[in-house]
């Protein structure tokens, strides 16, 4: 097995964290990839474990395109050089045969937070609301302007921590899919579009994000609107085509 670790983590801890994971640790996500927590050496860390692949991606995966538990390693790395916060990078690990990839790993450190940014969808009173939109739109535009294109931008994968005063810390999780490099102002705008946000929302958003881009609080609006709009009805469209294909 391909094991690559973060100093001053050693493989055979890695090593041993695989062999127990599968009937060990305790279940924090299960979807598509699971996602388990486990404790080593009087620390709590996570495993991803990705879903194996479909046979055209165990070739891809194995020979032409690094895995998503190694893009997820490098990007975690990334994020923190650039100053982005994200849970410690520990280890991924691979298991292949000459020709698949079978099984892939990322190992990172387990974070405590306090909410998710769906919370903020589902919970029109949460505490502070607002303000806890206004600087995640803060954190989102320099993330932005660092050159970091962060796809899976969804409501699950940004985790939110309280500071003292108000003040609150975001941390990117599910990080294989990104890409670097400046981002175009329609590219930015569109950036918001798969956190499901509510009008409301998008009229707090735009408004912090006009003043921090320097364009007009009425454009940026109409752009986000807009933006977020065609994408719900497109992903509706694909969701009742998917269905309608299946049967159901």
């Not at 000459?98 to 974070?111: G, R, W």
């Not at 607002?130 to 050159?147: A, E, K, R």
Request: charged share 25%.
């Amino acid at each position: 097995m391909k094991i690559v670790v973060t100093t001053p983590y050693k493989r055979v801890d890695i090593q041993f964290v695989l062999n127990e994971i599968q009937t060990k640790g305790h279940i924090e996500y299960q979807g598509r990839n699971v996602v388990k927590s486990i404790t080593v050496a009087f620390e709590k860390w996570n495993v991803k474990i990705f879903k194996m692949p479909h046979l055209i991606n165990k070739v891809v995966y194995r020979w032409f395109r690094k895995s998503k538990a190694q893009r997820s390693f490098e990007y975690a790395h990334i994020l923190i050089e650039k100053g982005v916060d994200t849970p410690r990078p520990i280890a991924y690990a691979e298991r292949g045969s000459i020709l698949f990839l079978l099984e892939s790993y990322y190992i990172a450190e387990h974070l405590d937070c306090d909410l998710t940014f769906r919370t903020l969808i589902h919970d029109q009173q949460y505490p502070d609301r607002t303000n806890i939109l206004q600087q995640f739109t803060v954190f989102t535009y320099n993330l932005q302007m660092s050159g970091i294109h962060f796809i899976d931008h969804s409501p699950g994968n940004t985790l939110i921590v309280k500071q003292n005063d108000q003040r609150y810390q975001f941390y990117l999780v599910d990080l294989n899919r990104m890409n670097f490099g400046p981002l175009s102002y329609q590219a930015r705008i569109e950036n918001f579009t798969r956190l499901s946000l509510t009008d409301e929302m998008i009229e707090i958003i735009a408004k912090k994000y006009a003043v921090l881009c320097d364009k007009d609080e009425q454009e940026v609006y109409t752009d986000m609107l807009n933006a977020c709009h065609d994408f719900a009805r497109k992903r509706a469209r694909k969701t009742a085509l998917k269905k309608k294909i299946m049967g159901k």
